[in-house]
């Protein structure tokens, strides 16, 4: 790698760094008056040695933006240090209306309670306050309702790069097949979607 290509890397890794948030590529490129697909090229490969060095920390992939986190088999040591309070675990209710979230976005809460079988308000609020979950439009039906999706913060949560890296659904669990059975009942397959 020459001088200048160094350089340019160092410089691009300085900016993910001072950001502090996930940094989005188009965002980067457009300050360098790069490509996009260079400055990925560049996000990938710090990714890969910041990886290879198994320090205190990584740089994450987060769709198309990019972050440095601790690495997460620190994060006691990383508590014990900043005396770092452990927020409140999510409850099984949660989990469950986020699952159903990530892998059906976007979805209107009567989705959610369709598949749940209970009312979902407290929780949708509570991953909404989180920033794990957010409005992210409206459905073209009568009373307009919300859709919601996961956030980037819930990628970083979760330590995925995308929704693509979600485990597989298992073949034989009985509530993936009452979720197929309701995936057109809001419209949202039928391309009924308009953004806020």
Do not use: H, W
Not at 1 to 6: A, C, H, L, P, W
Not at 27 to 45: H, P, S, T
Not at 56 to 63: A, R
Not at 136 to 149: K, Q, T
């Amino acid at each position: 790698m020459n001088d200048e290509m160094k350089r340019l890397q160092n410089a691009v890794e300085a900016v993910v760094f001072a950001s502090g948030e996930p940094v989005e590529v188009q965002k980067i490129a457009q300050a360098f008056a790069m490509n996009e697909n260079d400055i990925r090229e560049i996000l990938d490969r710090l990714v890969v040695i910041y990886e290879e060095r198994k320090c205190g920390i990584v740089l994450k992939k987060l769709g198309e933006s990019y972050q440095f986190l601790s690495r997460p088999e620190y994060v006691e040591d990383i508590r014990k240090v900043l005396d770092v309070r452990r927020n409140q675990p999510l409850s099984q209710a949660a989990f469950e209306v986020l699952a159903i979230i990530a892998y059906n976005q976007p979805v209107t809460k009567s989705f959610i309670e369709q598949v749940r079988g209970v009312d979902c308000s407290g929780v949708v609020g509570t991953l909404c306050q989180r920033d794990l979950i957010e409005e992210c439009g409206r459905l073209d039906l009568p009373g307009r309702p919300l859709l919601y999706c996961t956030t980037t913060n819930f990628l970083r949560c979760f330590c995925l790069s995308s929704l693509d890296e979600l485990p597989e659904l298992p073949e034989d669990n009985e509530g993936l097949a009452a979720l197929e059975g309701l995936s057109n009942t809001d419209g949202v397959i039928s391309g009924q979607i308009s953004i806020l």
